[in-house]
Nanobody, 123 residues
């Protein structure tokens, strides 16, 4: 069972940066890992994900050019570098392991979720 644990959230002003980390301990079939977010009153959305074997990445349109997802396989760690943050990026951010990959959605079939880390961006 993969057990992700996120860290690195916080409060920043618009235009600032944050780096989220996710340490995924345990074992399990996880061809991909992803970052997801959910704002109050909104549905959860996939933000960025990575296909572990190849390093191929996926980004939702709203974060392209601002966020970068990366991995450190030796330490089972997933990162999300978030630059040029906007108030609309405010949400709880979750890390999850997934079993499916598509070019249009990135990592899906998620089955192991972390507890989340809050990101708040003020204008």
């Amino acid at each position: 069972q993969v057990r992700p644990v996120e860290s690195g959230g916080g409060s920043v002003q618009a235009g600032g940066s944050l780096r989220l980390s996710c340490v995924a301990s345990g074992s399990g079939y996880r061809p991909c890992m992803g970052w997801f977010r959910q704002a109050p009153g909104k549905e959860r959305e996939g933000v960025a994900s990575i296909l572990i074997a190849s390093g191929r990445t996926y980004y939702v349109d709203s974060v392209k050019g601002r966020f970068v997802v990366s991995q450190d396989n030796a330490n089972n760690t997933l990162y999300l570098q978030m630059n040029s943050l906007k108030p609309e990026d405010t949400a709880m951010y979750y890390c999850a392991a997934g079993s499916l990959w598509t070019a249009t959605r990135g990592c899906s079939g998620t089955y192991s979720w972390g507890q989340g880390t809050q990101v708040t961006v003020s204008s």
